[in-house]
């Protein structure tokens, strides 16, 4: 049997004119499908592909493209077909299913075609429209769906990411991204997509949904493409776009709440706490410290996070919140990150600061109330009672004195509290008020506490209730006037030549109570008073004598001291 390839592309001009045209004078059309939907109709001029059955008015069989596997494809109204068909196509839709019975004289005529077609033979094609196309079209689009809030479109040398389904115009499928569950992700406008695509996306904004149809021409036009896509096809893809950047693209930082009192912004360097939400561009969330209810903390601007992200936090302020979206390249570029950070994505992070400090940092005191008359002020050794409150730089609520039902109390300078806390209560007069702040290096450090997390700068508001000075470092008594000439003479005060510890109480109380001298604050005076006195008593038998309160030499340090007296 001849090919209806070269059947239908036979002139039928002077087919009229061979015998007797049958009781047909014109084509009969059966249109027995036809599609709700019917975007476009042949027309003159048009280039289609279409499946048919081709039989004799007996049902008899004499050509099919199915049975082929190959759809016919040709011109519509130019002679390229039987003169039949050319008129029996005109007006389909894409999918519409027609019965096309053609009389002879408008198909093979009294001649015939070889031994296929005998002359005088009325034919009927049936016929399934699969594409339809103009050498003048042009690509067409249609979104779909849009975001109301489109910063940014795609424009030629962008990098974007995409979702697609491939199908033909008839709806076949050929390709789809989906099932692949991964984007197809290109340059536009680089060469790298077939020209029609690389045209339909422009313009494009993340997250928007479009239609695009391509033409064979701009698409892969007379070869086809595999197995799947025919020749002379028209390509229709739904497209979703998930990602867009540029290669020249730098971090864009979206201010969003920036607190009224900025002291200080943070620079390369500094120590930062902060919490984030980091999603692709499209809003799919994939990390957030919120979920482990622990900070991110980091060294800014030394290499230990992502390039993007080094410099977004830099000039932030403590309590502030920011959007920044990095590229690719300033992020885990082609290759991603695990499972949740596909490769070459935009990462966009809405972050908190906490706080931020740097290693060289000091207290920060801020007096809020200063008594007038302050002629007395807290330093090392003394005892102060005071009333605090504790927070983080971003205003979390961490401890009070309130909590307790008496105020605190701390030796300054004696590790009885952090180091931060304690410079920062030295120098201070009963009455005054202040406002401390305590880098973690002086404070609970990369550890954190019970209730303070690891690397936290503290924030402290304190209040001196009461000073009791104290004596100095590995003493439980001094002198503030100077001791008796002879000091033995007065330590006994009933002349025997021996100090009992009655003898010894009653000297000492005598002399804090007249302010020559202060024991250590903070304990029981006779517990202390019992102590200098053991200190005394060298041989432990309850009293002390002259020769035991004389001055002895520190052979260990080949120097003199003096105990308390």
Avoid at 143 to 155: G, M, Y
Avoid at 375 to 403: E, M, P
Avoid at 528 to 535: A, C, E, T
Wanted: charged share 25%.
């Amino acid at each position: 049997m001849e090919s209806t390839l070269v059947l239908l592309f036979l002139s039928a001009v002077g087919a009229g004119v061979w015998g007797d045209p049958g009781p047909l004078e014109d084509v009969v059309i059966d249109r027995y499908f036809v599609p709700k939907v019917c975007p476009r109709e042949v027309q003159t001029g048009d280039h289609v592909r279409y499946h048919y059955n081709g039989t004799f008015p007996d049902g008899k069989k004499f050509d099919s493209s199915h049975d082929r596997g190959l759809p016919f494809s040709g011109l519509v109204g130019l002679g390229r077909l039987i003169t039949g068909m050319d008129r029996g196509i005109q007006g389909m839709c894409i999918t519409e299913r027609r019965k096309i019975t053609v009389p002879p004289h408008l198909a093979y005529g009294s001649l015939g075609a070889g031994n296929v077609i005998p002359p005088d033979t009325t034919l009927v094609f049936d016929v399934l429209l699969l594409d339809i196309w103009n050498p003048d079209d042009k690509v067409q689009t249609r979104t779909l769906d849009k975001p109301q809030d489109c910063k940014r479109t795609v424009q030629k040398s962008d990098f974007i990411r995409y979702h697609y389904n491939g199908t033909l115009l008839d709806g076949t499928p050929f390709d789809s991204s989906y099932s692949r569950k991964q984007t197809y992700d290109t340059y536009v406008g680089e060469g790298w997509l077939i020209k029609g695509m690389d045209e339909g996306l422009l313009g494009m904004c993340v997250g928007e949904k479009r239609n695009i149809i391509i033409p064979p021409f701009l698409a892969y036009g007379e070869k086809g493409y595999g197995s799947d896509i025919p020749p002379q096809a028209s390509l229709m893809f739904d497209v979703l776009l998930v990602d867009l950047h540029n290669p020249k693209d730098d971090v864009v930082v979206e201010y969003q709440q920036i607190p009224e009192s900025c002291k200080r912004k943070s620079v390369a360097g500094d120590f930062v706490r902060y919490h984030y939400n980091g999603t692709l561009l499209d809003g799919t969330p994939f990390d957030s410290s919120y979920t482990r209810n622990h900070t991110y903390n980091t060294y800014i601007g030394m290499g230990y996070v992502i390039a993007g992200m080094d410099k977004a936090l830099q000039g932030v302020c403590i309590g502030e919140r920011r959007r920044v979206t990095l590229p690719p390249h300033l992020a885990y570029g082609e290759n991603g990150a695990g499972e949740s950070i596909p490769a070459s994505a935009v990462l966009v992070f809405d972050i908190h600061v906490i706080d931020f400090h740097n290693p060289n940092d000091v207290v920060e005191i801020e007096t809020t109330f200063r008594p007038p008359d302050c002629n007395l002020t807290s330093a090392s050794n003394d005892l102060v009672y005071y009333h605090y409150n504790c927070s983080l730089l971003d205003g979390t609520f961490l401890f009070s004195s309130n909590d307790f039902d008496h105020p605190q109390e701390a030796f300054l300078g004696a590790n009885k509290v952090i180091d931060g806390l304690d410079a920062g209560m030295q120098g201070m007069c009963v009455g005054e008020r202040r406002v401390v702040v305590v880098p973690p290096h002086l404070g609970h450090g990369e550890e954190g506490a019970r209730g303070v997390p690891g690397s936290a700068v503290l924030r402290f508001e304190l209040e001196l209730l009461k000073l009791e000075k104290g004596v100095p470092d590995g003493y439980l008594f001094v002198w503030l006037e100077e001791p008796p000439e002879n000091l033995f003479e007065a330590l006994d005060l009933d002349k025997d030549k021996e100090v009992p510890l009655e003898e010894f109480s009653t000297f000492i109380k005598t002399q804090e109570a007249e302010g020559k001298g202060r024991l250590k604050p903070g304990q029981d005076p006779d517990v202390v008073i019992q102590d200098m006195f053991g200190n005394q008593d060298r041989n432990k038998d309850g009293k002390i004598t002259a020769e035991e309160l004389k001055l002895k030499v520190d052979e260990d340090a080949e120097k003199m001291r003096h105990e308390e007296l």
